[in-house]
């Protein structure tokens, strides 16, 4: 009852609101635009291969961080949620990298043997 | 009515649910721990075109030479080298560049709902909100353009052994090289498309919620803030089948 009825004029009573702060966003955008851009330089002006590859992946993990870390606001969190979400995150890249190294591994074996 | 019913106070007490350590709601915790399993159905699509790449012979001449083989992965920018309007047009992946663009500028866009949101600037979220929902969906009908193209095949088509030609690719039968190569291409870009259809629908639901000021008179614009945290995600994994599916 009392929840709606003290709400009820909220909206004539907002007041002044405030001015937006974008400044840093739009610097957030800027940077996954350029990181974006330095990609495709790497995919057109070096030859495939595992550098490249690296520096692909790397790459990736800048554009991630600033996602997460600034639209996400996970930097802005407090230290536990960070770690409670990083933590399980690192696992499991552990996870993917064992599996497919192991898992080829095991793919190349078995299909050799049955040759 | 008797006047000695009461209602259970709040705990307050730091171990009876009086304390709030990571100084986020249920709903938001909720999203990031929904975000971290959906981490993990990824990261099962990753491992899994990792290793159907390995059990495929790479590409090793040069790019100039390369032809559309089933003996071989195919390289990407090869494959996906179209672009609307342009039929017949060598434009290697100018199109998956531009709808990259669309869903980072989608994530900055819905940024600023969630900064409009704290201000409790209605009209600002409405604009922002709007912003993104068609930004999400021109990605979208970019999608469904690169499926359709991808289905449909180049008009040379790929010639097979017993002389016949195949034109495009599906399930169980692929132009630009081993069939594992599209099925994968249509489970995790399709995966993906997937994440971003709901994440349109919540934006509406969001949009029109804004639009009747139910979080005007709640006091908050939370709700704007967890399903921005979703597409942010969604934005974050499109970041990660770019780099696979369409770099490396």
């Given at each position: 009852?009392?929840?709606?009825?003290?709400?009820?004029?909220?909206?004539?009573?907002?007041?002044?609101?405030?001015?937006?702060?974008?400044?840093?966003?739009?610097?957030?955008?800027?940077?996954?635009?350029?990181?974006?851009?330095?990609?495709?330089?790497?995919?057109?002006?070096?030859?495939?291969?595992?550098?490249?590859?690296?520096?692909?992946?790397?790459?990736?993990?800048?554009?991630?961080?600033?996602?997460?870390?600034?639209?996400?606001?996970?930097?802005?969190?407090?230290?536990?949620?960070?770690?409670?979400?990083?933590?399980?995150?690192?696992?499991?890249?552990?996870?993917?990298?064992?599996?497919?190294?192991?898992?080829?591994?095991?793919?190349?074996?078995?299909?050799?043997?049955?040759? | 009515?008797?006047?000695?019913?009461?209602?259970?106070?709040?705990?307050?007490?730091?171990?009876?649910?009086?304390?709030?350590?990571?100084?986020?709601?249920?709903?938001?915790?909720?999203?990031?721990?929904?975000?971290?399993?959906?981490?993990?159905?990824?990261?099962?699509?990753?491992?899994?075109?990792?290793?159907?790449?390995?059990?495929?012979?790479?590409?090793?001449?040069?790019?100039?030479?390369?032809?559309?083989?089933?003996?071989?992965?195919?390289?990407?920018?090869?494959v996906f080298n179209a672009f609307p309007g342009f039929h017949g047009?060598?434009?290697?992946?100018?199109f998956v560049?531009l709808m990259?663009?669309?869903?980072?500028?989608?994530?900055?866009?819905?940024?600023?709902?969630?900064?409009?949101?704290?201000?409790?600037?209605?009209?600002?979220?409405?604009?922002?909100?709007?912003?993104?929902?068609?930004?999400?969906?021109t990605f979208l009908a970019c999608q469904a353009w690169e499926w359709s193209h991808f289905i449909h095949g180049s008009d040379?088509g790929?010639?097979?052994?017993?002389?016949?030609?195949?034109f495009g690719a599906t399930l169980?039968?692929n132009e630009y090289?081993?069939?594992?190569?599209a099925?994968?291409f249509f489970?995790?870009t399709g995966?993906?498309g997937?994440?971003?259809?709901?994440?349109?629908?919540?934006?509406?639901?969001?949009?029109?919620?804004?639009?009747?000021?139910?979080?005007?008179?709640?006091?908050?614009?939370?709700?704007?803030?967890?399903?921005?945290?979703?597409?942010?995600?969604?934005?974050?994994?499109?970041?990660?089948?770019?780099?696979?599916?369409?770099?490396?």
């Amino acid at each position: 009852m009392a929840s709606h009825s003290h709400h009820a004029h909220d909206e004539q009573l907002t007041g002044e609101i405030p001015k937006a702060q974008t400044k840093g966003i739009w610097r957030v955008f800027v940077i996954l635009c350029v990181l974006t851009a330095i990609e495709f330089a790497f995919a057109f002006f070096m030859e495939p291969g595992t550098l490249r590859n690296i520096i692909f992946i790397i790459l990736t993990i800048f554009k991630a961080f600033f996602i997460v870390a600034e639209f996400m606001h996970l930097k802005h969190e407090t230290k536990s949620l960070i770690w409670t979400i990083l933590v399980p995150t690192a696992l499991l890249v552990w996870l993917i990298i064992a599996l497919v190294t192991e898992g080829s591994y095991y793919a190349d074996a078995v299909f050799n043997y049955f040759k | 009515m008797s006047t000695t019913t009461t209602l259970e106070q709040p705990k307050t007490g730091t171990w009876d649910g009086g304390n709030e350590p990571m100084k986020a709601s249920y709903g938001k915790l909720m999203m990031w721990f929904f975000l971290l399993s959906d981490t993990f159905t990824f990261g099962a699509f990753l491992t899994t075109y990792g290793l159907i790449r390995h059990r495929h012979n790479a590409y090793t001449g040069t790019s100039e030479d390369f032809v559309f083989s089933n003996a071989y992965w195919p390289i990407p920018e090869k494959v996906f080298n179209a672009f609307p309007g342009f039929h017949g047009v060598d434009l290697p992946l100018a199109f998956v560049a531009l709808m990259t663009m669309i869903l980072i500028l989608s994530s900055v866009t819905m940024v600023l709902a969630v900064e409009a949101g704290h201000r409790m600037d209605k009209n600002d979220v409405q604009k922002w909100l709007l912003w993104t929902i068609l930004f999400g969906s021109t990605f979208l009908a970019c999608q469904a353009w690169e499926w359709s193209h991808f289905i449909h095949g180049s008009d040379q088509g790929l010639a097979l052994a017993d002389g016949s030609k195949i034109f495009g690719a599906t399930l169980v039968q692929n132009e630009y090289g081993p069939v594992l190569f599209a099925d994968l291409f249509f489970f995790i870009t399709g995966f993906h498309g997937t994440h971003v259809f709901s994440g349109i629908v919540l934006l509406i639901i969001m949009f029109i919620n804004t639009v009747n000021g139910t979080y005007q008179r709640r006091g908050h614009y939370e709700m704007v803030e967890k399903v921005g945290l979703y597409w942010h995600f969604v934005d974050l994994v499109w970041v990660f089948v770019f780099t696979f599916f369409y770099l490396v």
